[in-house]
């Protein structure tokens, strides 16, 4: 249990620096569709790997890929270029 900790520690630090350093972006730029489907293409290997795990039974590990996986699918979502719901 103490391992799952510290990695929640190291994500939740790393995260923390990156949103009090990240700024938002005036300008509007278009996004090329073939961009839009690189980034669902590394969802769905996020999500292979969640299975791959999961079979595995390392399970923590499992847990993190679908979240990568669904945070990507959700800025898609929240940027209005893909449609789905949960």
Do not use: P
Request: aromatic content about 12%; proline content about 0%; hydrophobic content about 40%.
């Amino acid at each position: 249990m103490k391992e799952i900790e510290e990695k929640a520690r190291k994500y939740i630090l790393k995260t923390e620096k990156v949103l009090k350093d990240l700024r938002a972006l005036r300008n509007s730029i278009s996004i090329d569709k073939r961009l839009v489907e690189e980034i669902v293409n590394e969802a769905r290997r996020y999500f292979e790997d969640a299975k791959y795990y999961f079979r595995r039974k390392e399970y923590e590990v499992s847990l993190t890929s679908i979240a990568y996986c669904e945070g990507l699918l959700d800025a898609l979502r929240i940027l209005n270029l893909v449609d789905f719901e949960w």
